[in-house]
Structure formats: C-alpha cells, structure tokens
C-alpha cells in the first residue's frame, strides 16, 4: 500500500471467515449470517415480515437468509433493526444510516449497551439472550434517549428478568470498547491483496498487534519492499484506525517508507470495514484509496496456506502458483558476538517447489530485505528436507537444525 493507498483487488483466496455461502451458484438456496457484537445468541429474527415463522439465532449468532430478504431483529417484543440479508450484522447495520452522525451514534451506543446488558453470564466471547425476555417494555426501552437515561431505564427494566436481575448496566465506554474488542477479534488472522503492482500479507494478532510485508515484484530493488510490526488502534464505531507502538518497550518497525499503515514510522488516520468476508482499510481523507483483503484460506494438507514460527513475529505465505512471501520483524536472531547481526527485519518474496520430500528456493531471491534471515540463508536452492503434517511444517537446515511453523487461520 503506497501512501496513497492503492485499490487493490481482491485475490485469487476464497474468504474463509464470517458468514458463509452455502451455494455460490444459486441466489435461492439458504445463506448463512451472523448477529454479532459478540455473537448474539437467542435474539428473534422474522425474514419478510414473516410473523409466523419467527426463529432465533443461534449459539453462534447465525441466522438464514436467502439473497434480497429483509431480515428484522428483536429481543422480545423491542425491535433492535431491519436490514437487507447480510453475512454479518453488527450495531452499526441495524441503525438507520440516514440520521445525523450524533443521533446514529447515540442509537448505536444505547444498543450496544442494551445487547451487552442482557447477558446472562461473564464470557465476553458470547452475548447470550435470556430464554424469557417477555417483561421488556417498548415503551421503556427507546434507543433515542440520552444514553444517561437510556441506563437508567434498562436497569429498571433488567430487575425484573430472573436469568439477570443482578446485572448492572454497562457503561457507555465498556460498551465500546467491548464492540472494539469484538471487531479486531473477527479480524484476527492472515489476510492477503494482490494487483498487478504488489501483493500484500497483513498478519492481525491480539490485542491488534499486526504485521505488515509488502513486496513489489516489478520493483525488486524499491527501497519500499519492507515490512511492519505494530499495534492497530480501532474505533468500531467510525471504523477510525491508526497504527502504534505494541507498548511502550515495544517500538514500531517501518521498513516500507510510506507504504502500509505507517508512514516513515508515523501514524496514519485510516479507517477499516469488515463485511464477513472482505478486510477493507482506507485513508479517512481519501476513501477511493483502498485496499481490500480476503483471509488466507487454512487447508488441512500441503504447504500452500499462512505458517507462523514459535515467535509469532514471522509469517510465511505458501501460494498455489509458487511464489511465497516472509514477512519478518526479527531478521537475525543469532547474531555474531563480534560482527551483530547480518540482517534485520523485513521481507522475502521468491518462488518454491516441492520436490522428493523437500523444500526447494531458487535463489537469488527476486525481494529479500531481511539480509541473512530467513530462507535466503539457509541452502535452500539445495533443497531442505520438509515434513508437513495438519498443524505444522519442519524443515531442517544443516548445522542449525529445525524449524518448525504452525499453520494458520
């Protein structure tokens, strides 16, 4: 991504997160979509206003819906939204979009404190409805109230429901930041965009700790073939995102100049958009500028697919057309007691084959920004003996011994 960000297209990758699509190929079969803050779990939904054939959502959140239906959500008789069918809805998709940014955001707030509220019980991973919600009034519950007011009658309203009469009312800030929370959990994993300029691999951890390698095959020696390591910062709310340090011993790495979501080690104001399937992040001045990300599939068998080493600060992209991508923030991790180390983060970018149980690199690698890490240093042009297993993948590099990655997503 250059400072201005290029649209980038989606890659060859089939998302593998959100709701999902039971048939590509027929508008008419049944669709699969999620209710989320956290999943919302026993929420009511009525497909075409129809009353007679009301279902819940369930354990996870997911509710059917077949492409055009009009889908409204309740929580007993309190109406929380009607959107069109969608493979995720949050707050933000039941609250009309055409009110002023005050007012919507209000609405959102008092619905997130409302869902949040009704939980039966403390795991934040699931917000799970009571089984009878039936004393909810209408008319106490009225989501253009102030928030301060909107509290205040939930509590009134929350005594008289058993399952969690002994629930007191989030706050205002609890609820977003447990919205948040949700949202860059939803997004955790490996994600990938590709034009005919560059390939990206973004890495998103708890907590929003991210990595970033970008390579530019047309450019192979651009000094902005290079990488990040940071923490992304994200207002569910407004989408609002910037980068930062992980915390305060951890500074940023920017090797990319001003590519990606720094810029020379400087925050960016960015937003981000996650529709289920499709990562979406901008520039908030200039939303054309985009890029679009669909998660690296996880495939139980082969190489193709994300891998993560012990440290969790590198990242491998195995591609079907064999090209592979390291996107690394060590570099070299046994350095020379008397020279330092010979190499420091950044990236790789080459082609691999598979070939009698090895692990084959043509070297020179077309990207390698990370010096003598990685598998640029390794004789892998010789072929490393490989083993690949549902979880894991080791290869064995003479006189260092074996390295072993996870598989992702």
Request: net charge negative; aromatic share 6%.
């Amino acid at each position: 991504m250059k400072k201005a960000l290029l649209t980038l297209a989606l890659s060859t990758y089939l998302a593998a997160c959100g709701g999902s699509d039971k048939s590509a190929k027929n508008d008419d079969q049944i669709k699969i979509g999620i209710l989320t803050d956290s999943p919302v779990a026993g929420a009511t939904y009525i497909v075409n206003g129809n009353n007679d054939n009301a279902k819940k959502t369930n354990a996870n959140g997911e509710f059917e819906y077949q492409d055009g239906d009009v889908i409204t959500f309740k929580i007993g008789d309190i109406e929380i939204g009607t959107v069109q069918g969608l493979a995720r809805v949050t707050p933000n998709e039941l609250v009309d979009e055409d009110l002023n940014t005050d007012e919507r955001n209000k609405r959102i707030i008092n619905l997130l404190i409302f869902l949040q509220s009704l939980d039966i019980d403390e795991d934040k991973e699931t917000i799970q409805i009571p089984d009878d919600v039936s004393t909810l009034s209408p008319s106490a519950i009225d989501f253009s109230n102030t928030t301060s007011d909107f509290r205040e009658r939930l509590q009134g309203q929350i005594i008289n429901i058993p399952e969690i009469a002994s629930n007191i009312v989030v706050s205002e800030e609890q609820a977003k930041e447990h919205f948040s929370g949700s949202m860059l959990k939803d997004i955790q994993g490996v994600w990938y965009a590709k034009n005919d300029e560059s390939e990206i691999v973004l890495f998103i951890g708890e907590n929003g700790e991210y990595m970033l390698g970008e390579p530019i095959p047309n450019e192979p020696n651009s000094s902005s073939n290079g990488m990040e390591y940071a923490k992304i910062n994200l207002d569910a709310l407004s989408g609002s995102l910037y980068a930062s340090s992980i915390n305060s011993t951890t500074p940023v790495i920017d090797t990319n100049e001003d590519r990606g979501l720094l810029d020379h080690g400087e925050s960016r104001s960015m937003k981000l958009s996650f529709d289920g399937s499709v990562l979406k992040i901008s520039e908030a001045q200039n939303p054309d500028e985009s890029a679009e990300f669909t998660r690296v599939p996880r495939n139980n068998s082969g190489i193709v697919g994300a891998w993560q080493s012990s440290s969790g600060k590198q990242i491998f992209v195995f591609n079907s057309n064999n090209t592979f991508i390291m996107v690394d923030a060590i570099g070299d991790d046994q350095p020379d007691p008397y020279d330092g180390p010979c190499g420091g983060p950044g990236i790789e970018y080459g082609r691999y084959q598979l070939r009698d149980n090895k692990l084959f690199v043509t070297t020179p690698l077309s990207i390698d920004t990370n010096g003598c890490a990685g598998l640029s240093d390794t004789d892998a042009h010789l072929g490393l003996p490989l083993q690949i297993s549902t979880q894991s993948l080791s290869f064995t590099v003479a006189d260092e011994g074996t390295f072993t990655l996870t598989r992702m997503n």
